[in-house]
């Protein structure tokens, strides 16, 4: 059964820094992308970063500059490195990955930016 944990979300105040891990096991097919999304409160799910199994990634524009995604397909792990945070940046973060045939979820991981 597939199971992607997330960790590493907290209170962290504007400007400060937060790396998410989500390790990713009980899935059997070739994962070709990893990837973070976002749900701030009464928004709708957003984009936030995905790495392809060639390493190559791509940033929402609201994030860019500010937070690296990378993979370690060792650990079956990617993470979010978060720096420079800003309160905009709050919300519930999920891991994704997908397969050729299918998608999977995380649980979800808070990240609340704030004074």
């Known amino acids: 059964q597939a199971q992607l944990v997330e960790s590493g979300g907290g209170l962290v105040q504007p400007g400060g820094s937060l790396k998410l891990s989500c390790e990713v096991s009980g899935i059997t097919e070739y994962i070709y992308v990893m990837g973070w999304f976002r749900q701030a409160p009464e928004k709708e799910r957003e984009e936030v970063a995905i790495?392809?199994?060639?390493?190559?990634?791509t940033y929402s524009d609201s994030v860019k500059g500010r937070f690296t995604i990378s993979r370690d397909n060792g650990k079956n792990t990617v993470y979010l490195q978060m720096s420079g945070l800003m309160p905009e940046d709050t919300g519930v973060y999920y891991c994704?990955?997908?397969?050729?045939?299918?998608?999977?979820w995380g649980q979800g991981t808070q990240v609340t930016v704030s004074s």
């Open positions: 790495i392809t199994n060639t390493d190559s990634t």
């Open positions: 994704n990955v997908k397969t050729f045939a299918h998608g999977y």
